[in-house]
């Protein structure tokens, strides 16, 4: 499964996030006080603490066009509607039916088909139940094909057309409540949510959006893995706080509280 929300690769491979020795997540983010792209100690899962809950009416599309300047809390606006359209289309129902009937098999499923397309690692069990298992071969096959680069819930297509801001701005529009968010932020929060909502682990989904190559995270900006990271563990909190029904006010402040930790400036 390829990142929705990668740069600096050209193809959409992103770096598998090795774990360390003995197990464990790699990217276990701490606190910090000022912005330091630096892999922390392994440990358990990084969560961040969500602020408090709000609510703010989205908007559709259109009226996004509407609202002025393209800064990041518009940038943020406009991804969120995305999001909302993701969770109601038809094929996130598809594939949270199969995956909330075969939950454990679908993350073992798509964990075994990332590891096998990028590092040749065989895992015949899981790879057998998919094709077995009724539906999990066709929504993992639905979810990679979604998310990949340049796929219907690769958020950072459409924000680029509708912003119509340059690669440059595009990637950090005109600050807003302070930061300058990086806008493929936006994304990896969005996969985050939805891959939570799939039951898939978080070790998981941090690998599938930092999908690549055998030689992964050697060489491969780190920094942007990290971020990704934290960006992806960051939508698995507002699904476990709010399900699929978080605000917009919850969905902003939450990313706009961790901007030390992910791409803003």
């Not at 990332?114 to 998919?130: M, S, T, V």
């Not at 990949?148 to 440059?168: C, E, H, M, Y």
């Not at 529009?173 to 300058?180: M, T």
């Not at 799939?198 to 780190?222: C, F, R, S, V």
């Amino acid at each position: 499964m390829h990142s929705p929300v990668s740069y600096s690769d050209a193809d959409g491979l992103r770096p598998i996030i090795q774990p360390p020795p003995g197990g464990g997540n790699p990217y276990t983010p701490a606190p910090r006080p000022a912005p330091a792209y630096q892999p922390p100690a392994p440990g358990g899962h990084w969560r961040p603490t969500p602020p408090a809950a709000g609510n703010e009416p989205s908007s559709d599309i259109s009226a996004v066009a509407l609202l002025g300047d393209w800064n990041s809390r518009r940038v943020a606006l406009l991804s969120f509607t995305l999001y909302r359209q993701y969770i109601n289309s038809e094929d996130n129902r598809r594939i949270s039916r199969v995956s909330d009937r075969w939950y454990k098999t679908f993350d073992g499923a798509v964990e075994a088909g990332i590891k096998y397309k990028a590092r040749g690692e065989l895992d015949i069990e899981h790879l057998l139940q998919a094709v077995v298992l009724s539906g999990i071969y066709e929504a993992g096959t639905t979810l990679n094909m979604n998310f990949k680069t340049g796929g219907k819930w690769d958020a950072k297509v459409p924000i680029k057309a509708l912003s119509g801001l340059g690669n440059r701005d595009y990637m950090y529009p005109a600050q807003s409540d302070g930061a300058s968010i990086r806008s493929d932020v936006f994304g990896n929060v969005i996969f985050g949510a939805m891959t939570a909502r799939y039951h898939l682990e978080l070790d998981t989904a941090q690998l599938a959006g930092n999908m690549g190559t055998p030689e992964a995270g050697i060489g491969n900006d780190p920094v942007d893995d990290i971020a990704i990271a934290i960006a992806i563990a960051i939508g698995f909190e507002l699904f476990e706080k709010y399900s699929t029904k978080f605000t917009f006010r919850q969905y902003y402040e939450t990313i706009l509280a961790h901007c030390y930790e992910i791409e803003c400036k």
